[in-house]
């Protein structure tokens, strides 16, 4: 087999492609030297070799020590030097590179090959013996912490004796000869340790290193890191070993990194820094500041301290014409490496660079309209997640933090106010124009209209799918939901986080993005929906196939859907429009009615509101799709809750309020999430249905008059689990139809359709078929009722899964393709048994997650729908996957 691949002076056994062979490193290095780009020479061990040491207990295989020795040869010839050898010294570098870049989880040896009589050499070569003893000691302290597994703070404790003996302040200060003593020093204190000293076999050390390397794969720092970020074990880690180029070798040496755009804000202009008279590990250790690479960089940042344009300017043009040429070649920023030994420049390494959501954007548009990506490429860049982070404001990166708390980045975005505990007092504030966050232990339905005054909501209770989540996600507020560490004291009007106490109309910031709660007001930035952000929604909309709309009730969430570029209302809620202003009373009044009569009548005050919220979502959607959902929670959502509300309504019923208070609590439920809700309730109260029904098609009615678009409105029952239940809500559904085409003379073309979101439905869809004409998934319940765990309860114990690594996500965040997944297939296929066109969409939560679009594509889904805001990150995950 073989396990050893070389690389330098201008050509490579490997290439970019072999990525899962030579890991990322490993790879790039071959192809830049296939690019003849300066690149000390040297090979790379496999990560099947690595695979191979971890199968065969930490052994390697018989034939790669004689390719390591053959590889080793192949450095020999390009440099002329020889590993060991101290009339031609060479040293090496050993680094680990996996096939996903894994920053600073696995280990690295610089200057391997030193020893008691090589530093002499070294000495020698260089000219330079402070450099070599200095190199040397870096060597120890390296080698003995990576490879042989003694703390870094033992020989932190040299130095700094050593310094305090010699009454200096910097390392900088040391000479030849005191390093020689800390080299000393540490060689007694390794004997201490392990009897037999600190190796001095350049053979052994590069063994010792290689080995090292293979093992770091399995710290538990880089188990974690592959755990994060789904990279699986098999894939094993590369090493690379190669030949030490010196930036530390005086001041026309230097080291640093670069990228070849701005990564902050994908600007085209090259962005770096680099130390003069410095190795790789200074720059990283942040203790003297680096200086910008380019004039440019170095004016905009204020810096007297010369860039290197100025100070070495052959070096610098070459550099230039090297990340030009990387980055065409790779058709993507780059992020590399380099260091100067000597005035002469070597490339260490290259790849993509990472970079904020707004910088992808840009680079990917720049890039298409450079014609070096296409526009399907460049979609495809774009992680439709990171979005969030351009549609909302979000806290400026450089600002600084004052977290108090952390809960679930429920709702994206950042979000400054005063602290309000409740939803009367947030809408005072912003008729008085003040800014707010609602702080809540929980939300419930009566709190909309807080949360719509509210700048932002914060909840100290409740999941991703609590309805503070939803409904926030919903309105494109900021939320953070579940902060367990904080407490609300509504008596007090405190907020109380560990050791602090705010009180009402202090200032806090939120940022929904990662669930973080701060005292005060924070810088933000402003989102861009025009420019890049629309060239890459045009590309996204020519590569889709399945279509978006948007889950919207309000006229406000409408319009902004649709500046979203929704196409249609997937879901409305319409149990949300009866909580507005004095409806709510109306519709208290019927819940409570004694009989069917007294329900009537509260449902003729509510008909012509309901018709009129028709009709203007109808006309904001202009001929667009819409579904109207009937009326889903439990009724003791909409009950009256003080002594207030219950007078107000057995007044307008002319009963007295004792004896509301009885029937309130009979419709109380044990468990009203599996209780009287959904087509539950038009079954037991069609007359709600029928109000529903009639206010829909009197609504489409008019709304085609006045817009000249006729609508077609989609009526959908929710929680259907039985085809009779569906059956005798349509039945009412479609004698309703018949009814206002009679009266108003006109047809109307309409589907009636249901929710799948129970396990049932979905075992039954290919029946349920048979009166359906559209399915729409409600996975928030169908994810519920499959797992058999209650959405709102979920967050106390589903973190403390995935912890365990029993779950890898929150099922009810992303899909679970196994399980629920499993059932929207089947209902998929079934449905379609039945019948052939039925239309197909999914309008739970999951319809605005990227991965979960793909499953929708996969299974064939027609839409996706999710909240407004979420609609570009739809329509660009749905042209990923469809492509
Ligand atoms: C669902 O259950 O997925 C759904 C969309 O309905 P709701 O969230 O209103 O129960
Ligand atoms: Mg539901």
Redesign the pocket.
Same mark, same amino acid.
């Given at each position: 087999t073989k396990w050893v691949y070389t690389f330098g002076d201008g050509s490579a056994e490997g290439r970019a492609g072999d990525k899962s062979l030579l890991g990322g490193k490993g790879a790039n290095l071959a192809e830049m030297c296939n690019l003849g780009l300066p690149v000390p020479p040297g090979f790379t061990i496999t990560t099947e070799a690595c695979n191979w040491y971890y199968a065969n207990g930490k052994t390697y295989p018989d034939d790669l020590r004689e390719q390591v020795e053959a590889a080793l040869g192949h450095i020999a010839r390009i440099t002329g030097r020889r590993f060991g050898d101290p009339e031609r010294l060479l040293l090496v570098s050993v680094r680990s590179g996996a096939r996903a870049s894994m920053p600073g989880m696995m280990d690295t040896v610089l200057n391997l090959g030193l020893n008691d009589v090589t530093v002499e050499a070294l000495a020698r070569d260089s000219g330079d013996e402070r450099f070599a003893y200095d190199s040397y000691r870096r060597f120890i302290q390296m080698y003995s912490n990576v490879v042989l597994g003694l703390d870094h703070e033992m020989f932190e404790e040299i130095l700094e004796e050593e310094k305090a003996r010699m009454g200096y302040e910097l390392d900088t200060e040391f000479s030849a000869g005191d390093w020689r003593v800390v080299v000393d020093s540490y060689k007694a204190r390794i004997e201490e340790e392990l009897p037999d000293g600190f190796p001095q076999q350049p053979e052994e050390q590069l063994w010792g290193a290689i080995g090292a390397v293979f093992s770091s794969w399995m710290n538990a720092r880089a188990i974690t890191y592959r755990r994060l970020h789904d990279i699986p074990e098999s894939w094993g880690t590369a090493v690379n070993v190669q030949a030490m180029v010196f930036g530390n070798m005086g001041d026309t040496s230097a080291t640093g990194v670069a990228f070849t755009r701005n990564p902050s804000t994908g600007e085209k202009a090259l962005y770096g820094e680099f130390l003069v008279n410095a190795q790789g590990e200074d720059v990283v250790a942040g203790i003297r500041t680096p200086q910008n690479i380019t004039e440019r960089a170095r004016i905009d940042a204020g810096s007297d301290k010369p860039s290197l344009q100025k100070l070495m300017p052959q070096v610098f043009s070459d550099f230039v014409g090297i990340c030009e040429r990387l980055e065409k070649h790779y058709r993507d920023m780059q992020d590399v490496e380099f260091t100067i030994e000597r005035g002469k420049l070597w490339m260490l390494q290259t790849r993509s660079g990472k970079r904020t959501a707004r910088a992808a954007l840009k680079i990917a548009v720049d890039m298409a309209n450079e014609e070096l990506i296409s526009q399907e490429e460049a979609v495809a860049r774009i992680d439709p997640a990171s979005l969030d982070q351009l549609l909302h404001p979000t806290i400026d990166p450089k600002a600084k933090r004052d977290v108090i708390g952390v809960g679930l980045p429920a709702s994206p975005g950042a979000a400054t106010g005063e602290i309000v505990f409740t939803s009367e007092e947030a809408e005072d504030a912003r008729q008085s124009g003040r800014k707010v966050i609602l702080v809540r232990v929980e939300t419930s339905p009566e709190d909309i209209h807080g949360m719509h005054a509210a700048e932002g909501i914060l909840t100290t209770r409740g999941g991703m799918t609590s309805h503070a989540a939803?409904v926030a996600r919903g309105m494109g507020k900021p939320c953070v939901s579940g902060a367990g560490s904080l407490r609300v004291d509504y008596r007090s009007e405190t907020l109380i986080a560990a050791g602090r106490t705010l009180k009402k109309g202090d200032i806090i910031t939120i940022d929904g993005g990662n669930g973080q709660v701060l005292a005060g007001a924070v810088d933000m930035l402003q989102p861009e929906l025009s420019g890049d952000f629309a060239a890459i929604m045009e590309w996204a909309d020519k590569a889709r196939r399945m279509k978006v709309r948007a *889950?919207a009730e309000t006229p406000a969430d409408a319009r902004m859907a649709r500046s979203f570029g929704a196409e249609g209302i997937g =879901?409305c809620?319409t149990e949300h429009m009866f909580f507005e202003g004095d409806r709510i009373i109306a519709m208290r009044e019927m819940i409570l009615a004694a009989d069917e009569k007294g329900r009537r009548a509260a449902l003729a005050k509510l008909l012509p509101m309901q018709r009129s919220d028709f009709v203007e979502l109808f006309e904001i959607m202009a001929g667009l799709p819409v579904t109207i959902r009937l009326l $889903?929670p439990p009724l003791h959502e909409f009950l009256p809750k003080t002594e207030k509300e219950f007078e107000e309504v057995a007044h307008v019923l002319g009963v007295p309020a004792e004896t509301l208070r009885h029937r309130s609590e009979a419709l109380h439920e044990f468990n009203p999430m599996l209780g009287h809700r959904g087509c539950r309730l038009a079954v037991s109260y069609p007359e709600i249905a029928e109000m529903q029904a009639r206010a829909i098609f009197e609504a489409a009615v008019q709304a085609g008059r006045d817009t000249g678009k006729p609508v077609v409105p989609e009526v959908m029952v929710?929680l259907v689990g039985l085809k009779t239940e569906l059956d005798f809500v349509k039945a009412r559904i479609d004698e309703v139809a018949r009814n206002v085409m009679e009266e108003t003379g006109e047809t109307i073309e309409y589907l009636t359709g249901t929710?799948i +979101?129970l396990p049932r439905a979905a075992v039954r869809a290919h029946v349920i078929a048979e009166s359906a004409e559209f399915f729409s998934?409600?996975? *928030? $319940? =169908?994810t519920q009722t499959t797992f058999g765990i209650s959405r709102d309860d979920a967050a106390m114990f589903l973190e403390t899964y995935r912890k365990k690594g029993m779950l890898e996500q929150d099922p009810f965040v992303s899909i679970d393709v196994d399980g629920v997944g499993e059932l929207v297939r089947m209902a998929t296929e079934k449905g379609r048994t039945t019948r052939p066109a039925i239309k197909l969409g999914i309008?739970? +939560?999951h319809g605005g997650d990227p991965a979960s679009i793909r499953f929708c594509e996969e299974v064939g889904l027609d839409y996706v729908s999710c909240s407004p805001f979420r609609v570009p990150i739809a329509r660009l995950a749905a042209a990923q996957a469809a492509v």
């Open positions: 939803v *889950n =879901l809620r $889903d929710p929710m +979101e998934f409600g996975t *928030n $319940d =169908l309008c739970g +939560e």
